[in-house]
């Protein structure tokens, strides 16, 4: 069985327990069953045993039954350096460990909803990581090819959804690490405005800095999450309330040019360009910016002082165990940590008054769009790759993640097909608070990827000005050019109700008759064509250039008696002779 199949098996098998059955306990049975079967150990740091599980679901199913509970039976997988009451907290060492007496508010505001959590999950230690590889809890292999990197470090999350065994999970995002993941794994991943969702109850990697996020397959459910954990709480000083200021939807994206995108993977450069003609057939401008003012905040986030921060998080820890390096200790992260000690004070306030600069030249930058578009990451190295070169490969992953939350920015990752059979993600990034107009036109995005729109040639009666282009525009059409068909067109004048032209291709004697394009979102087609009215119908058009569209036709009975217009050239000029 092929790495796609294997995935798309998981889903089927999860998403067929679910449909069949809609109480918590079913639910959790079938997740217990997908764990077992699924057989990656290296996901999970700490599972619910089955028996705690199933008591929670029973309590939420009879609680289901009064309403009120929007996630019931909605499973839940937490990322290792947030607590779950009862669980240990590792963050991925296992002699830091803790027991939380009480779960983090994020969690917390989950659970009260409904979900049900089944299990810590990996993840690079200390949240220190892009790859998912820096664990002592073992390598979390990708879900579609188990030779390559999950992403990391919020690994075991993206992967526990990619799989199917969890509909949820969180994660925490410092450089990428919400985001990465989800890219290398096919997955949505949502990484808030800072302090939307509170850290409190969170391993802090850097804590001024840290933000909860969240995994799903479909972005209703990971919005929904987002949103129900959103709200200050008072253990996180940093948290503030969610306040978006009115704004319209995406219209202008700026995309970096090809000399900023670096190299990518093969055949990601190609996904990125078929991904700006998806959006721009969206209706929303794309143009090349130099997006160099936040390339060069990202550096901030390793190669200056605030790497001082992470030291200030846990390097006491891992200064008082040197012994553990090696061992319990990823030799990686605790030289990184570890590095945190040498920076001066008087080099963090430069680098801090470095990040104003870029916090103004990023608001300058942004002043004419809504939001940058770039890859989530730059490539998908594997296992091996990643071994001989830890740090040089983790680099290149955070090109266009690190500098997000250090400029105080928002951001979503979202599915954007496959290239060679491994997932290719795209990332919106925008100003503090516009989370959810990215998350709009992501949707719209992913939507138009998987659904490309339809362009339809009409001839009559749904022109623009004309008694049904409402059809058109209420379906969420967009006009796209006028056209013209080839010579080989005869039009008629139907008695119908409102008044229509019928289009009919001819072997000779035809004539170029004018007409619009019109660009459709492909569900809105299909009812669109479901719902004609005979005598139309719907067939290819060719076009003057040659161009076969499809476009309004006729049935050649209907025009048995009716007025040959076709002298006229289009229907607008014969309607006003």
Not at 95 to 108: E, F, I, S
Not at 404 to 423: E, K
Request: glycine share 10%; aromatic share 6%; with cysteine.
């Amino acid at each position: 069985m092929s790495a796609h199949d294997r995935v798309a098996a998981a889903h089927d098998r999860v998403a067929a327990a679910h449909d069949r059955v809609a109480a918590a306990h079913d639910r959790v049975l079938a997740a217990l069953a997908a764990i077992e079967a699924a057989d990656r150990p290296e996901i999970w740091i700490s599972l619910r045993p089955p028996a705690d599980l199933l008591a929670e679901a029973a309590t939420i199913d009879s609680a289901a039954v009064r309403g009120g509970l929007p996630l019931a039976g909605i499973l839940l997988a937490v990322k290792d350096n947030i607590d779950v009451a009862g669980l240990p907290t590792t963050a991925g060492a296992p002699g830091y460990a803790y027991l939380p007496t009480a779960d983090a508010p994020a969690v917390a505001r989950l659970r009260a909803a409904g979900a049900i959590v089944l299990g810590k999950t990996n993840l690079d230690q200390f949240a220190t990581g892009l790859v998912g590889t820096r664990s002592p809890y073992g390598a979390v292999r990708n879900a579609w090819d188990p030779t390559r990197i999950s992403g990391g470090s919020s690994s075991g999350s993206a992967v526990a959804v990619a799989l199917g065994l969890a509909d949820l999970a969180l994660g925490t995002d410092t450089a990428g690490s919400g985001r990465v993941p989800a890219a290398l794994n096919g997955i949505w991943g949502f990484k808030p405005t800072r302090g939307r969702v509170p850290a409190t109850g969170v391993v802090p990697a850097c804590r001024s800095i840290d933000c909860v996020t969240v995994f799903s397959r479909e972005p209703e459910l990971g919005r929904h999450a987002v949103a129900l954990m959103s709200g200050p709480d008072t253990g996180d000083s940093l948290s503030r309330e969610f306040a978006p200021l009115p704004k319209p939807p995406v219209r202008r994206v700026a995309v970096p040019p090809p000399a900023e995108l670096g190299p990518l993977a093969p055949g990601w450069s190609q996904a990125f360009q078929a991904a700006l003609t998806t959006l721009a057939g969206l209706g929303v401008t794309v143009e090349e910016v130099s997006i160099a003012p936040l390339l060069d905040a990202a550096k901030l986030l390793y190669g200056g002082a605030f790497v001082a921060e992470r030291y200030a998080a846990v390097g006491e820890y891992i200064a008082a165990h040197p012994g553990l390096v090696g061992g319990d200790l990823d030799p990686t992260v605790a030289g990184i940590i570890l590095a945190g000690r040498d920076p001066s004070a008087a080099a963090l306030f430069d680098d801090l008054e470095r990040l104003d600069a870029a916090r103004v030249a990023a608001r300058d930058l942004l002043a004419g769009y809504d939001a940058v578009l770039t890859p989530t990451t730059t490539g998908h190295p594997t296992l091996a790759e990643v071994a001989a070169d830890p740090i040089g490969a983790n680099a290149a992953l955070g090109r266009f993640t690190n500098y997000a939350n250090l400029l105080d920015m928002s951001a979503v990752a979202l599915p954007a097909g496959h290239v060679a059979g491994l997932p290719f993600g795209l990332m919106l990034t925008g100003a503090a608070f516009d989370d959810e107009r990215l998350a709009d036109v992501a949707t719209l995005i992913s939507t138009a990827l998987r659904h490309p729109p339809v362009d339809l040639a009409v001839f009559g009666a749904h022109l623009t000005g004309q008694p049904l282009n409402h059809q058109l525009t209420g379906a969420g059409g967009r006009l796209v050019r006028p056209v013209r068909t080839s010579d080989r067109y005869r039009m008629f004048a139907l008695p119908t109700t409102p008044p229509k032209p019928g289009l009919v291709r001819v072997a000779d004697d035809g004539a170029s008759l004018a007409g619009e394009l019109w660009r459709l979102p492909a569900a809105a087609f299909g009812a669109f064509v479901a719902a004609l009215p005979s005598p139309m119908a719907i067939g290819t058009v060719e076009l003057a250039d040659g161009t076969p569209v499809t476009g309004f036709l006729c049935e050649a009975i209907a025009t048995e008696g009716a007025t040959d217009i076709t002298s006229w050239g289009s229907w607008p000029a014969y309607l006003e002779r």
